[in-house]
């Protein structure tokens, strides 16, 4: 049996899921998959500019559990974008807090973040503000 893993914390989920190589058909496309942890840990280490410590902390792990998903995550990235691979994003060993569902009145998409993310209320498409329901 596994050894069992302690969830990671995520606040935000990927507005995007899937991206893909332009001009090439999907069936002759390899996939990586990037799991939702690494994508939180991702974003707050090199996008929010957070130091491994702090985005450790905002994940609820160890800064050593958090240096080996974010190195994974930038290895599945790299595999993708130098050997051409299509990237999916979805699954892994994460909880969320409670959640709130927004949508934007603007172009209708809807997605949803944890109460610790509540500064999150932009339509990840169109950038306009989003309504709760
Ligand atoms: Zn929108």
Redesign the pocket.
């Known amino acids: 049996m596994p050894r069992p893993q302690k969830f990671r914390r995520v606040t935000h989920t990927p507005g995007f899921t899937y991206f893909k190589p332009q001009g090439i058909p999907m069936p002759l496309l390899d996939e990586v998959v990037l799991t939702i942890d690494e994508f939180e840990a991702l974003r707050l280490a090199d996008l929010q500019a957070l130091s491994h410590e702090e985005a450790a902390t905002k994940m609820k792990i160890s800064r050593a559990t958090f240096g080996r998903i974010i190195e994974k995550a930038r290895q599945t990235l790299v595999d993708a974008i130098v050997n051409g691979k299509a990237i999916r994003i979805e699954g892994g060993n994460y909880r969320m807090g409670k959640m709130f569902e927004f949508q ?6 809807s997605w949803k973040f944890s109460a610790a993310a509540a500064e999150q209320k932009d ?6 503000r ?1 309504w709760s329901r």
């Open positions: 934007c009145k603007s172009c209708n998409r339509c990840p498409r169109c950038k306009q989003g």
